[in-house]
Each structure stands twice: as C-alpha cells, then as structure tokens.
C-alpha cells in the first residue's frame, strides 16, 4: 500500500499511520451517504518503501511516490503555510527520483474567507506560486499538475497530498474553459497552478481529472443553482475526455470514472447524485465529501480517475 487518505473527524489518523506503516493524509471534512470516517486507499502491486522527512511522509514502488503534507494553519498566514508545504513536497520529490507531479489534492479550512484583507484561497495560490517558481518549477504550460483545491473543517492544518512519478505526463487542457494559470487579475494577485487533468501512462494510461466546476472560459454558470452547476461541470468533464480522444487516441467514457464530488451543501445530495447517475447512463462510483469549493459562488466540484478497462 502507497497511503490512505482518511475523510472525517481526522481523530484516528495517527493511530492508523503506525498501524499501517504508510502515510495517512487525515482530510477534516465529512463524507455524505455514509457513517463515521471513510479511508482511500492507494494500493500497488509492487514492494514499497517509504519515510518521512520532516512535514512530508511518503511512500514509493518505483513508478509511483504517495506523500502527504500537513503544515500548521494559525489562520492569518496561509500564504507561509502554502509556500512552505509545496517547497518541502517539491524537494521531497526530486530527492527520491520522483520529480513528475501528477496530481496534488489541496485541502484548507476557511477556504472562502477573508484574512488580512484577502480571500484565503487567494493566499494560498500566492504561496503556491512563490513555491513553484522557488523550486524552479514551470507555473504554465504541459507540466503543471492536475489539482484541486477544496475547504475542510474550521481548525485543520493546510492538508496536501500527492502522487509523483518518474514518467513525465501530459497535460490536457479544455476548450470550453480558460486554463487555469491564465486567469485574470480578477480572481486574485495570482493564479492557480493546474492542468484541467493529466494523461500518464503508468504500463497503462491513467487519466487524472483536476476538480471541475460550473465555469465556462474563466466564468462561473449558473449561479445559485445546484442542478444545473452539476450538469456543467458533467459538460466540462466529457469535453475533457473527448480531447483525450481526439488527441492522445485513449477513449474513456463519463461513466468509467470513478469520482468525488465535493459539495458546499450536504442536502445537494440527491440531485448531483442524479445527475451523474444521468449523465454516466447507469450507476457511479463515487465519494460525496462536503466541503466548501474555491470560489463562493460554485456549490459542487466533481474529480474524477480513468483506469485502464479490467
């Protein structure tokens, strides 16, 4: 096993870190449609060997590196917490030959507010950024890393964790959406640092779907109305695997992912479940987590993973 990543209260993660002798990445955030905390768990079938190395547990195989990162949040400096997080991962990576970040999953309490003046998650993609460009990283462009960015409960430590290889992977981008690191000045003093999803091939392609909302070019759809922001969202994840198809020739449909959904409010449930339901033609598999998006406006961010057919 690579890592866990444990949903919930976050109260056991330690306890099931020794047990486990793999990282564990405690996400402070609930789970909908289930009971208690709920565990990911990254497996592989390769021996591992890990360790830890200041803030950054990891564990590797050697196609794969699972680490996770926990750094201090006291609330007013976000931005340190980012740069700090991002730069121990950065040189985590390249230390043990992984230097290719597929995908890293952000997760930061009070998300969506204000401190110092400045919107939180705007905080952090300064860090962010400081970080990239600190460790020598490209922050546009075929090799930044598919990404999310979502709340966790009030109280939790900045939690990041990662997969990192030593296959470069390739970056794929959306019609209907602006990428990301072209955003402009409106959504903050910089701008996030990921690909719409990374393609890698791993013996076999895996396709890595970044957290995807109801904006169309940089603009955000349907506002208030939870429906229909799920019903974009599925219009943006299809047009991603379609230009997978057309550009890489590997063809997955929306109902062979597997999801998490992320959403601001729990009663949102049902109808996001329906609609993926609809839009899949026949049952998902998926993880609902409530949380809060990266902007206030956006009620449900949907991710997603394709693996090679069994």
């Not at 929306?254 to 993926?276: C, I, N, S, W």
Request: charged content about 20%.
């Amino acid at each position: 096993m690579l890592g866990v990543v444990q949903y919930g209260s976050g109260e056991s993660h330690a306890g099931l870190g020794r047990v486990l002798a793999v990282p564990v990445a405690a996400v402070r955030a609930a789970t909908l449609g289930s009971t208690g905390d709920v565990c990911e768990a990254w497996q592989s079938p390769r021996p591992v060997h890990g360790g830890r190395d200041g803030p950054v547990h990891w564990c590797a195989d050697g196609v794969l590196a699972f680490l996770a990162v926990n750094i201090p949040d006291n609330g007013q400096h976000l931005e340190d917490a980012a740069r700090s997080a991002y730069c121990a991962l950065f040189s985590e990576i390249d230390a043990l030959g992984y230097p290719h970040l597929l995908r890293v999953w952000n997760h930061i309490a009070g998300i969506n507010d204000a401190s110092s003046g400045l919107e939180r998650y705007r905080q952090f993609n300064i860090g962010r950024q400081q970080a990239f460009m600190g460790s020598g990283r490209h922050v546009a462009g075929a090799s930044v890393p598919a990404a999310s960015a979502l709340g966790a409960d009030d109280g939790s430590p900045l939690t990041l964790y990662a997969l990192a290889s030593r296959q470069q992977p390739m970056a794929v981008e959306n019609p209907r959406q602006m990428s990301a690191y072209h955003y402009p000045g409106d959504y903050g003093p910089c701008p996030p640092i990921f690909s719409r999803a990374n393609l890698v091939d791993l013996g076999s392609p895996v396709l890595f779907v970044s957290g995807t909302a109801s904006i169309l070019g940089h603009q955000n759809m349907h506002v208030g109305n939870c429906r229909e922001q799920t019903r974009e969202t599925l219009r943006n994840i299809n047009a991603l695997l379609e230009e997978v198809r057309i550009r890489h020739g590997v063809h997955w449909c929306t109902g062979d992912l597997r999801f998490k959904a992320y959403l601001r409010h729990a009663e949102d449930l049902p109808v996001v479940q329906e609609e993926m339901e609809r839009a899949a033609g026949r049952p998902i598999s998926c993880l609902f987590i409530q949380a809060d998006v990266c902007r206030s406006e956006l009620l449900v961010e949907i991710e997603g993973i394709a693996l090679p057919a069994d």
